[in-house]
Nanobody, 122 residues
């Protein structure tokens, strides 16, 4: 049974930092991604990382502020979020691709976590 469990969300002031974690079980090591969904909006791409961690990609809105990484020994993916802004407020979802390659396309992701709320107060 595949499970993706996110943690690390919470309430933070603008300019602050949070680190999200996604613990995966029941699936082979593969490319992973983070997406986010604000109320009344679509689920948008945030960051992706390939199976080894050598290749990453980010949405323009988070480049230079967020960093995705992984620890394959722990089967865990992280999202370090710095210089947070009010517009970063959303539910953040971890997801696993159906294939091997990192992707910013939501349709390429097969498995999803339940999401973790991030709220940034201005």
């Amino acid at each position: 049974q595949v499970q993706l469990v996110e943690s690390g969300g919470g309430l933070v002031q603008a300019g602050g930092s949070l680190r999200l974690s996604c613990a995966a079980s029941g699936l082979s090591i593969r490319a992973m991604g983070w997406f986010r969904q604000a109320p009344g909006k679509e689920r948008d791409f945030v960051a992706t990382i390939n199976w080894s961690g050598a290749i990453t990609d980010y949405a323009d809105s988070v480049k230079g502020r967020f960093a995705i990484s992984r620890d394959n020994a722990k089967n865990t993916v992280y999202l370090q979020m710095n210089s947070l802004k009010a517009e970063d407020t959303a539910v953040y979802y971890c997801a696993a691709v159906r294939g091997s390659f990192a992707s910013n396309d939501r349709a390429q992701y097969t498995y999803w976590g339940q999401g973790t709320q991030v709220t940034v107060s201005s």
